[in-house]
């Protein structure tokens, strides 16, 4: 039998054993950029390691990681261990991967095929062990990644970010549609809200079926304390954060 | 040992397509982009095929060389001939796209070029005994 390189590609035979001790795989997803969704993703798997959750945090945003931005993180000094594949250090608790430990800071323009090509090298060779959580913060918009995270992590339930704006509300209800038609179930978590939810998010929740995690009120001190766990956690955004990441762990619990 | 990672995959395929019986011959490409080690991605097939019982008569492996094209001017190039640093070639054995933060075309400097031959682990063949 002679191999085709994409389709018969001897690491989609490995991807399953990777994520076999793996309970719940969480992409973080959103469709419009800018609505706060890679700091949710590390907040959130922040929070679920401090309930005493074993969980690991992937940043597949190929061409634009910036999770260990958020984790203080130096990427040019840390390096995962190499352990019959690879093994993503510790921060905070979380086991956490990125390209970004090889490509550094610098750019790293890639075509669709490319980003697919790197989901399956990472997914391939990530050692996560035994998780509860696996917390994935993906680009937005429905292209490569989103599409991979779908079709690769198997009976996962993605959370969707959004901020009320109406203009992120006409792009969510697009997302929201693809997770519920190819997925089933998920979350939406409201980000930059007020201290209700709204009734334009919440009703895009009920419309496709995904459960309302809460809103994440808007926090400007968020910035100054990127890269520093300690200050992250001291903030009010990082306390909404956490009731989203105890809704979301008592759903998944029964 | 991340070879060992890929050597897993290659075995997991080899007991999906040919349902765990015996082998006459795999043929294996190793691209010089990604640059495995090649006694140690053996060793680990040898240890993983002899842990799931399987029998692999002949094991052949095909060396690739990695070839660049640039989409911008279509100036193709050879791995061979740029100056990658020892760390930046450890860096693109983990993930091989990585190529692309630290090198552009040699003729009109895009870093929008595509490896067109030679990336990484592939299986070729796999013959049932």
């Not at chain 1, 940043?59 to 352990?83: I, Q, R």
């Not at chain 2, 680990?44 to 070839?67: D, P, T």
Request: charged share 25%; net charge negative.
């Amino acid at each position: 039998m002679m191999g085709v390189w994409f389709e018969d590609d001897p690491r989609l035979a490995v991807i399953g054993k990777r994520l076999s001790k793996v309970r719940h795989v969480i992409p973080v997803m959103s469709s419009k950029g800018g609505v706060g969704k890679t700091l949710i993703s590390c907040m959130l798997a922040l929070a679920l390691s401090d309930s005493g959750f074993k969980v690991g945090l992937l940043d597949l945003d190929v061409t634009n990681p910036t999770a260990h931005v958020v984790l203080g993180v130096s990427v040019g000094s840390t390096l995962p261990e190499e352990e019959k594949g690879v093994v993503p250090p510790e921060v905070g608790g979380v086991k956490f991967m990125s390209v970004a430990y090889y490509s550094g800071e610098n750019p790293l323009p890639l075509r669709g095929w490319e980003v697919e090509n790197v989901v399956r090298e990472v997914l391939a060779v990530t050692i996560w062990g035994e998780l509860d959580y696996l917390i994935v913060d993906t680009p937005p918009g429905i292209r490569d990644e989103a599409l991979d995270v779908i079709k690769y992590f198997r009976g996962c339930r993605p959370a969707i970010v959004t901020t009320p704006s109406p203009l992120t509300l006409v792009s969510v209800r697009r997302l929201a549609r693809v997770v519920s038609e190819s997925v089933g179930c998920g979350y939406l978590i409201e980000n930059m809200g007020g201290s209700k939810p709204s009734e334009r998010v919440s009703s895009i929740a009920r419309e496709f079926g995904l459960k309302y995690l809460g809103t994440v009120r808007f926090d400007g001190s968020v910035d100054s304390a990127v890269g520093d766990l300690g200050r992250l956690k001291a903030t009010g955004m990082y306390a909404d954060v956490r009731g989203v990441a105890e809704r979301l762990a008592e759903d998944l619990s029964g | 040992m991340h070879e060992w990672a890929l050597a897993e995959a290659v075995v997991e395929y080899v007991r999906r397509v040919a349902g765990g019986g015996a082998i006459a011959k795999l043929t294996l490409g190793l691209g010089e982009l990604q640059a495995i080690d090649e006694e140690v991605f053996k060793f680990a097939l040898r240890e993983l095929f002899k842990e799931y019982g399987i029998e692999v008569r002949e094991l052949r492996i095909e060396h690739e060389e990695c070839l660049l094209k640039c989409r911008a001017c279509g100036h193709v190039w050879r791995l061979k001939d740029a100056n990658l640093e020892e760390d930046v070639r450890e860096a693109i054995h983990f993930v091989p796209e990585v190529i692309h933060s630290y090198l552009r075309c040699p003729k009109c400097g895009s870093r929008d070029f595509e490896v067109i031959g030679g990336r990484g682990v592939s299986v070729k063949e796999v013959v049932k005994a």
